[in-house]
């Protein structure tokens, strides 16, 4: 396996739908992007249990729901626009490169500009 960072089509703070596995057709947002083994954490998506040690933060324990991560392969944009999945597109504008959505041609949200 190559540790070289990957280009992923989806970054932190996307809407994203899954479209294949166990939590196949839920939407949700991008919590973490991991590049380097491929991988995406969305909420309320691929829920598992973790057993949390007692620590002074969280003094009781116990076991805890947590996201795990997904193959970034298993999901797909969700454009708020034409309400569907879809691919990404670069246009060159005033402001430089910003992703459109293929169906309609509208701006994807960009989330983490300031």
Known sequence: MSTEKKKLNVKKGDMVMVISGKDAGNKGKVLEVIPGKNRVVVEKTNVVKKHQKPTKSMPQGGIMDMEAPID???????????????????????????????????NLPDKEKK
């Open 72 to 106: 970034v392969s298993n999901v797909m944009l969700f454009c708020p626009e034409c309400n569907s999945v879809t691919r990404r597109s670069m246009k060159i504008t005033g402001e430089g490169k910003v992703r459109v959505c293929k169906k309609c041609g509208h």
